[in-house]
């Protein structure tokens, strides 16, 4: 082959592999920025969507009498327990005795804020729902992690 064609073909391939190569290039930064957006205007909802669950909540809960984690820790022997679950104040004396994991766990909490334990064990759907017979109060807003109104 004469070597003025073949430098011409090797030009050409080399030209369209680049072309291509930045084009593909430009496919996926377009795509990863779409990606990064779309994520971003999820998370954005999901945290919507959280606060105004919390509001919700926190409007049902306005009835309640807020004790502070002092007043709680006061209440930590078998005859009279109470725990904090996600902010929320748990008067479990009676449940302290049936408790289907026993009354040592239990008794550990009593006094204190019990919501990493109790997420820890995994309960089932029934014992989450169980939990609301023993709802007596709230903690005041400044002590609470996670029923925060909007500021
Ligand atoms: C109002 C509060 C609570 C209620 C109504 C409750 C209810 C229950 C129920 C119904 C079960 C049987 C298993 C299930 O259905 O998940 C259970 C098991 C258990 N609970 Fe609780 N519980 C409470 C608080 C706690 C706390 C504060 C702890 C502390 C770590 C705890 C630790 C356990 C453990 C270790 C088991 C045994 C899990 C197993 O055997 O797999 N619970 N609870």
Not at 69 to 82: E, T
Not at 117 to 138: K, N, P, T, Y
């Amino acid at each position: 082959m004469d070597t003025s064609l073949a430098e011409t073909i090797d030009m050409s391939s080399l030209k369209s592999a680049l072309t291509t190569g930045s084009l593909s290039q430009q496919m996926l930064s377009l795509a990863s920025s779409t990606f990064r957006l779309a994520a971003t205007a999820l998370t954005r909802l999901q945290q919507q969507q959280q606060q105004e669950q919390w509001q919700t909540e926190l409007a049902s809960l306005a009835h309640l009498p807020e004790y502070s984690l002092q007043q709680v820790s006061w209440h930590d022997r078998p005859d009279d327990c109470w725990i904090v679950l996600n902010d929320k104040v748990y008067n479990v004396t009676k449940l302290v005795d049936g408790h289907p994991g026993g009354m040592e766990v239990m008794m550990e909490q009593a006094g204190r804020d019990a919501t990493l334990a109790f997420r820890s064990v995994g309960h089932s759907i029934d014992a989450i729902e169980q939990v609301d017979e023993f709802l007596v109060g709230i903690l005041p807003e400044k002590e609470r992690m996670y029923l925060r109104s909007r500021k």
